[in-house]
């Protein structure tokens, strides 16, 4: 079990990686739209910072971008699950980090098709996110201002059912 020290210290060391980047270079998203446990269905939100792109290899056809989240899947009322040991009555907050990767030159067609992968830890454990540690997968296109993602959660079959959370999100951002 994740203690709350731990948990707070965990926000804190990624806040202040984050703070750490350089602000000029981010894109601030907001997303919403609707998350998925097997056909039961539940609101998300998330605010996504995604940052200075970093080539890989000397080509510099691929690159990375730190992308950080914090995000909110609310509860869904599945009888069935009720007095389960992982339920699904409560709403679920999550903090994650990790990398977004683009390919292609800065003008073609399919460089705003994006690939992303974060660690995230959550608040609370229901039947879609067994455990308070989670990965988190983006298929996504994103122009300037708007955005569209499916998203999948999951804790990987580390405890539990490990059902997961996928979602369809649609994100409108800005650069800072």
């Known amino acids: 079990m994740l203690h709350a020290s731990s948990r707070l210290r965990g926000a804190l060391t990624l806040l202040l990686t984050t703070a750490a980047l350089p602000a000029a270079a981010a894109h601030l998203e907001l997303q919403g739209g609707r998350s998925y446990m097997d056909n039961h269905g539940a609101n998300a939100a998330f605010v996504e910072a995604t940052f200075a792109p970093h080539a890989i290899g000397a080509s510099g056809k691929l690159d990375w971008s730190p992308d950080v989240s914090v995000g909110w899947i609310d509860s869904r009322d599945v009888r069935r699950y009720r007095n389960a040991e992982f339920d699904t009555s409560q709403s679920v907050a999550l903090l994650a980090a990790g990398a977004r990767f683009h390919y292609g030159a800065p003008d073609a067609w399919y460089r705003p098709l994006f690939f992303s992968f974060q660690v995230a830890a959550t ?28 998203r999948h959660v999951s804790n990987g079959g580390l405890n539990g059912p490990n059902r997961g959370e996928t979602m369809a999100l649609v994100g409108v951002g800005f650069d800072l």
Not at 124 to 145: D, I, K, M, N
């Open 123 to 150: 608040n609370h454990t229901t039947q879609a996110l067994s455990s308070h540690y989670q990965f988190v997968s983006t298929l996504g296109w994103q122009a300037e201002h708007l955005s569209f993602q499916l």
